[in-house]
Structures are given as C-alpha cells and as structure tokens.
C-alpha cells in the first residue's frame, strides 16, 4: 500500500503536492466551527419542538439553551 502511494506521489512535482497541502487546509480550516454552530441549531431546533410537542425529555437541554441565548 505505501509503495503503490509513494508511486502515484512520483508523478507529482513538489509544487502540486504543496499546492494540494495548501488548498484542503484552506477549505478545511473552518470545518470544526462550522459543524459546531450546526450543533447548537440543530439542538435549540430540538428544544423549540420538544416544547411545541410538550415533551419532558429536555429539562436541561431547555435550561443549558436558555443560557446560551441569554
């Protein structure tokens, strides 16, 4: 496996390997925020339906959103 890697790396010069480097950190740098906002709307849309439902389930999910949304 690594011989068959380090052979498809051969083909690329020293600039496309950097290049590629350069250009998955630039797309990737803000991916752990971005999943984290996602998280907190995915959970205060949780609690805005568990509260249309009436459900119980979310006491502290309510208390810990209350919080964040001041």
């Given at each position: 496996m690594i011989?068959?890697?380090?052979d498809?790396?051969?083909?690329?010069n020293v600039q496309?390997i950097?290049?590629?480097i350069?250009?998955?950190?630039?797309?990737?740098?803000?991916l752990?925020a971005?999943?984290?906002a996602l998280d907190?709307d995915?959970?205060?849309?949780?609690t805005?339906?568990?509260?249309?439902?009436?459900?119980?389930?979310?006491?502290d999910i309510?208390?810990?959103?209350?919080?964040e949304?001041g």
């Amino acid at each position: 496996m690594i011989t068959e890697l380090l052979d498809y790396l051969k083909d690329f010069n020293v600039q496309t390997i950097i290049g590629m480097i350069v250009i998955s950190w630039y797309f990737s740098r803000d991916l752990k925020a971005s999943i984290d906002a996602l998280d907190k709307d995915v959970r205060a849309m949780n609690t805005r339906i568990g509260r249309m439902e009436g459900t119980v389930y979310g006491k502290d999910i309510y208390k810990h959103i209350d919080k964040e949304n001041g």
